[in-house]
Structures are given as structure tokens and as C-alpha cells.
């Protein structure tokens, strides 16, 4: 795809990237491959145009098809999410989140969501981020014996610190919350509730996994990569009355639409990345399809089996399997050997995926107990079931033989012939 160049360095890196793509397995459960209609309108003209403002209300002029296209992506976000309304300007998660902080509290107010340490996101609390220096973060855990949602220690906190955002969203979970019973929870306390669904958003496109706007959730934020298979970005989708995002809106909840957009533009980003929003336009039609909810089945499919497959071969699993696209390992107690090493022996046979913490994990945060697996990526491949038996043999291969390398140079060479039966969507 890449004909004669002048930056010779980038583009023969962008070349060995591709090769990496194409002759490994990415087991990431945060990372997909795109459509090359995705990449195509990513790499279009729409990026060298600025459009500050929305739809209609844009401060520089030359806006008619940026308009179009950005509606195109709202008007699909709201109907595969049944939402009432969708901001598909944030460039990622993280400033999703930041903007609905914005939008709702005051420096000082409380949010309760789940620890970094027990599966949640460095942006719901992390002393290290921006936003935990502004805002006051109480964090709840998951129960230690059934590695699930703590919801009696989740309302006890509501109870005593009367937050303003009850937050619900995670990043090594893999169980599908009680949304009713954390909306009983958030409603009795007057919180807005509010779920970050960046991992499992494809997984709710696809119908394979509750959307929490449907169980009394006024606001989802989420990526527009992971399971929804598109553009790296972010989306905020909301229930409430929409009305003119620029001007001033009291803070209630039948207003948070508004807030939100204000909250986005001109309150925490400036110039949205047009390209990248008509490539998530794509990506929303694509989810909009009915193979997409063939292949969200699949995921799930996917990963209950390699859950299975790693158990049969002793590895512990957090929560006992998984209900998502996700699986954790608890490697010390599986195999003796911290996380990053399986990591990055793994990594050496073309197999991907990234160390994590566990909950309560006894090691530290650089050096993790846990590693994390999911199933999006392989799958958009056109991996199946009868493949992950395979899958499970080579991982529980790899870390027994992690000092071998002739035994490790064979385990490469049997995921890069799988691999190359089974092309990039790109390459299609």
C-alpha cells in the first residue's frame, strides 16, 4: 500500500508494524483491527479541516459536509445505543470521562467507582491523574472469594460519602454487572449514574451484553476501538432533553446532554479530529450490520472457550472464567512467574498480550501477578472455538518453556502459519 517515499524511516516502520500485525495473534483485549474503510476515512481529507464548534453552530466557515459526516456519526451512535444523545468529539476515553466530570462537578465533589487495583481505570480515581487532584475519588473493590462486584460495600460508600457520580466501568473485569441493582443504589443516594463501557461498548452494539442506558443509566461514555472495531476515540452517549450545546444550562440531570456537549467544546477540547470522527461514522454503520452481532457472539464464544482450555491446563483464572471478551490469569499462583515475564514470552512467539494487576494483587503495580487476555482481535480475524484450544496449548507451552529457545522458535513458527491463514481485515 505504501509506494515511494521521501520519510523513508516512518514508512518502513509503518511496513514492519504491518508484518508484526499480520504474523502474530493480538490477545489484547483492548485492541481490534479496523476495516480498511475505517482506515480510508482516517486517512482522508477531513483532516485538514477544522471545526470547532457542532453541527450547525461552528465558528469557522467551509463546514458543510464536516457537518454532514459529524451527524452521520451522532445520528448512528444514538440509534445502535438508544440513546437520546451522543458527543462523538472526545479523542479518547479518558477525555470522555473528564468531560462528564466537567460537566457535573464541582472541584471537591465525590465520585464513587472502582479501584485501579481491583479492575477499574487509571481515569476513575488514580492519584496520578488530573482529574483525581480536582475531584474527590472513594473507590470500591470486588468481593476477594468470587472476584465480583462488592455491591453491599458499593452502597455502604453511597451511603456514607453521598457521591455525585456513581461510577460504574472497568478495564480487567470479566463479569457483566448488576445495572439494576447499582441504579437502585445511585438513585436512593441521588447520584448521576454514570458507566464507562469502553472494553465491552461492541459487545452492547452486538445485543450480547446489557446496555446500561436501557437499566436507568444516564450517561455511558466509551472508546470507539476495543469490541466496537473502530477508530482509536471516544464517544459520550446520554439520556435527558437536548438543547442548543452553547449556551448556559442549569445542572440537572434532564440537562446533562446539554452540559456534556458544553463540557466537550469549548470546555475541555478545542478542534475535533474530523478524520477520526468519519472514520467512527464507519465504524457505526459497520456495528449496524447483522454480521456484527454474529461476530460480538463470536467473541463471547471465543473466550468462554479459552477460559475453559487455559483451566483444563491449571491456570487460575480471577472470578473463575469469564462473561465478556476478557480473562485474567493470576500467573504466580498459576505458574510461579510474574506477569510481565509471561508477557514478554509470549510476545517472543507472536502472541500478544499485556501484563495486569490482580485484585489484592501481592506484587507491585510495575510487577504485576496477573496477565490479561481477551478475545475482540482474533476473532475479527475469523478465529473460532475449534481455534483456541491451540491458542491455550501455546501459551501453557511458551511460559514452560521460556528458557528454551529452539522450543520457542518452533512455537513462532506454528502462530505465524496460523496467523497467515487468517489475513488482516486491511488486507482484504
Not at 483485549?29 to 461552528?58: D, Q
Not at 445495572?179 to 452494539?205: K, P, Q, S, T, W
Not at 480475524?381 to 520457542?408: F, N, T, Y
Amino acid at each position: 500500500m505504501i509506494g515511494e517515499v521521501s520519510d523513508r524511516q516512518v514508512f518502513d516502520l509503518i511496513k514492519a508494524e504491518a508484518k508484526r500485525q499480520r504474523d502474530g495473534l493480538e490477545l489484547i483485549p483492548s485492541e481490534n483491527y479496523v476495516s480498511r474503510e475505517v482506515l480510508m476515512a482516517m486517512g482522508s481529507v477531513f483532516t485538514n479541516k477544522y471545526s470547532e464548534g457542532y453541527p450547525g453552530h461552528r465558528y469557522y466557515g467551509g463546514q458543510e459536509f464536516t457537518d454532514q459526516v459529524e451527524t452521520l456519526a451522532i445520528e448512528r451512535a444514538k440509534a445502535l445505543f438508544h440513546a437520546d444523545h451522543a458527543n462523538v468529539q472526545p479523542h479518547s476515553g479518558a477525555q470522555a470521562n473528564n468531560a462528564v466530570y466537567n460537566a457535573w462537578l464541582e472541584p471537591g465533589d465525590v465520585v464513587l467507582g472502582l479501584s485501579l487495583d481491583y479492575g477499574g481505570h487509571l481515569t476513575h480515581g488514580s492519584p496520578v491523574t488530573q482529574s483525581a487532584k480536582i475531584y474527590h475519588f472513594v473507590n470500591y473493590t470486588v468481593d476477594p472469594d468470587t472476584g465480583l462486584f462488592d455491591y453491599d460495600q458499593i452502597e455502604q460508600l453511597a451511603r456514607e460519602y453521598h457521591p455525585k457520580i456513581l461510577l460504574v466501568g472497568y478495564s480487567a473485569y470479566s463479569h457483566i454487572p448488576d445495572f439494576d441493582r447499582l441504579a437502585e443504589i445511585g438513585n436512593r443516594y441521588g447520584c448521576l449514574l454514570m458507566a464507562d463501557m469502553a472494553h465491552v461498548a461492541g459487545l452492547i452494539a452486538g445485543g450480547v451484553h446489557p446496555n446500561p442506558l436501557e437499566h436507568g443509566f444516564h450517561v455511558m461514555t466509551t472508546t470507539t476501538h476495543k469490541t466496537l472495531r473502530g477508530p482509536r476515540g471516544g464517544m459520550i452517549l446520554s439520556m435527558g432533553k437536548v438543547g442548543n450545546p452553547l449556551k448556559r444550562t442549569a445542572k440537572t440531570i434532564e440537562n446533562i446532554p446539554t452540559l456534556i456537549d458544553r463540557s466537550v467544546f469549548p470546555g475541555t477540547q478545542g478542534g475535533p479530529l474530523m478524520h477520526v470522527i468519519a472514520a467512527k461514522a464507519v465504524a457505526l454503520h459497520e456495528a449496524m450490520q447483522p454480521e456484527f452481532k454474529t461476530y460480538a457472539q463470536q467473541v463471547i464464544n471465543n473466550a468462554s472457550r479459552l477460559a475453559d482450555e487455559l483451566q483444563q491446563r491449571q491456570f487460575s483464572l480471577v472470578g473463575g472464567g469469564t462473561e465478556n471478551h476478557l480473562i485474567l490469569i493470576d500467573m504466580i499462583k498459576s505458574r510461579g512467574v510474574h506477569g510481565g515475564i509471561a508477557e514478554t514470552v509470549l510476545d517472543r512467539i507472536g502472541l500478544t498480550a499485556n501484563k495486569n494487576v490482580i485484585p489484592n494483587d501481592p506484587e507491585p503495580a510495575f510487577r504485576p501477578s496477573g496477565l490479561r487476555f481477551g478475545t475482540p482481535a482474533i476473532t475479527t480475524r475469523g478465529l473460532v472455538e475449534a481455534d483456541m484450544p491451540q491458542i491455550a496449548s501455546w501459551i501453557d507451552q511458551a511460559i514452560a518453556s521460556r528458557h528454551d529457545e529452539a522450543k520457542l522458535n518452533e512455537l513462532h513458527n506454528q502462530v505465524i502459519a496460523l496467523a497467515r491463514q487468517h489475513p488482516l481485515p486491511s488486507d482484504l
